[in-house]
């Protein structure tokens, strides 16, 4: 597509459940990162595909968090038994390659909400 | 190791006055580094980004940043700045050839007033 798409764009849920966050990369972008931002805090690292495997994922905060990213294309980070500190904007970035001299291109993010 | 520090968290200016924003980078190597935007309810979007080409890089809208190797800084700066230059902004550091995880610096709000 044009730019990176991120679903749902706005998430409500209840401490405890799951949720599945979705990240819809530039067409041939084969690097795709995604970041927590809390509010009225800077970017937090959380892991990064090249294609489908994920050479770096040191910024997961627990073993709650998985992403996985199949066919090189669409990647889904899953969250279990959300916390309140999990409530966030999670963005995902993709770039042509990655090289840190790449620019990323970030989608909208996914605002979460845990009651 | 790559470390980033923007100065300032917030920083407030008149409309028409110049802006400057301030980072201090460390990297074990000769990096990558960039200024991104964050507009109210809006993704991030890049204004520059230096590669060891020219060490003053120029933006969109009027930004320039100057790396300087000896002073470990790349500020951002602009002659005049608009209402619209209301944002958050972020330094970001990275590497040059292979993975290397960008760094996000903490951000620095900017309020233009008329």
């Known amino acids: 597509g044009a730019g990176v798409s991120q679903s749902p764009s706005n998430k409500v849920t209840e401490k405890g459940k799951d949720v599945e966050l979705r990240c819809d990369p530039i067409?041939?972008?084969?690097?795709l990162y995604w970041y927590r931002q809390r509010l009225g805090q800077g970017l937090e690292f959380l892991i990064y595909?090249?294609?489908?495997?994920?050479?770096?994922k040191s910024g997961l905060p627990s073993d709650r968090f998985s992403a996985e990213r199949t066919g090189g294309s669409v990647s889904t980070l899953t969250i279990q038994r959300t916390q309140q500190e999990d409530s966030a904007v999670y963005l995902c970035?993709?770039?042509?390659?990655?090289?840190?001299?790449?620019?990323?291109?970030f989608g909208a993010g996914s605002r979460l909400t845990v009651l | 190791a790559q470390s980033v520090t923007q100065l300032d968290s917030h920083v407030s200016v008149s409309e028409g006055t110049p802006v400057l924003l301030r980072c201090n980078y460390s990297?074990?190597?000769?990096?990558?580094l960039f200024w991104y935007v964050q507009h109210p309810n809006k993704g991030l979007q890049l204004l520059l980004k230096?590669?060891?080409?020219?060490?003053l890089v120029k933006g969109i809208n009027g930004f320039e940043a100057e790396f300087k190797k000896s002073e470990t800084s790349f500020h951002l700066t602009k002659p005049s700045a608009h209402m619209s230059d209301a944002a958050e902004y972020f330094c970001?550091?990275?590497?040059?050839?292979?993975?290397?995880?960008?760094?996000f610096g903490a951000g620095t709000r900017l309020a233009v007033h008329p």
């Open positions: 970035a993709s770039s042509l390659g990655g090289s840190g001299a790449n620019v990323l291109t």
């Open positions: 067409s041939g972008h084969t690097a």
């Open positions: 970001v550091v990275g590497g040059k050839g292979g993975y290397n995880k960008l760094i």
């Open positions: 595909f090249q294609g489908n495997s994920a050479p770096d």
């Open positions: 230096y590669t060891s080409a020219a060490t």
């Open positions: 990297s074990s190597y000769s990096p990558s």
